[in-house]
């Protein structure tokens, strides 16, 4: 199982103007218990759990490597059960591989993990989670938020996008579902 980090594994923050940003620092990361519960099913299941997350605002310079590399050391002791955090530092101007909804971290992680994407889930709250999962040929869940198929800087959603399951959080009912156990 891929997840994304920000919006599936850690709250967004809300800013007093109502927009939602990532947390940019250890003090601001706030675990959604519900999957980190989802987590621990699925690892009970024999499921092999990564995160990938884009990270642009280290190139835009709103954080520091450092933090966001704090906050994943952090991550990773309060969820023994993920094996490894993937990030994409870059911003969309740089054109690297490894920015979602390019398929480049699930491809890093099947080269480092041995992973069989076809049986794979990709599971994001943003458009392109999904794109990157479909590129690369996993399945595909949406958490659906009011924000998961607006424009981003990569720009407008593909048409013919289409998640494998939509979800209201990540629960263990999902987790059930997604994996058939």
């Known amino acids: 199982m891929l997840l994304d980090r920000d919006g599936v594994l850690i709250h967004l923050i809300k800013e007093p103007n109502g927009v939602e ?3 940019i620092t ?4 706030n675990v959604i ?3 980190i519960d989802s987590i621990q099913l699925a690892h009970a299941l024999d ?8 990270q642009p605002d280290i190139a835009r310079r709103k954080t520091k490597l450092m933090d966001v590399e704090e906050i994943h050391s952090a991550l990773m002791r309060k969820i023994p059960e993920l094996k ?3 990030f994409c530092p870059h911003d969309e101007q740089e054109a690297c591989a ?3 909804p390019k398929p480049g971290m699930i491809s890093q992680a099947e080269s480092d993990f041995g992973l069989h994407v076809g049986s794979s889930w990709m599971v994001g709250d943003r458009w392109v989670d999904i794109a990157a999962g479909k590129a690369a ?3 595909t869940a949406l958490i659906n938020r009011p924000y998961s198929w607006l424009p981003t800087r990569s720009g407008q959603p593909p048409l013919d996008l289409v998640p494998d399951l939509v979800l209201d959080h990540l629960d263990t009912a999902a987790i059930s579902c997604m994996f058939g156990r």
Not at 47 to 54: E, G, K, M
């Open 84 to 86: 490894k955090i993937y």
């Open 137 to 139: 040929g996993c399945k």
């Open 26 to 29: 250890l003090d601001e990361v």
């Open 98 to 100: 490894c920015r979602k």
């Open 47 to 54: 499921v092999f759990i990564l995160v990938l997350s884009n």
């Open 21 to 23: 940003r990532p947390a």
């Open 33 to 35: 218990n519900s999957t």
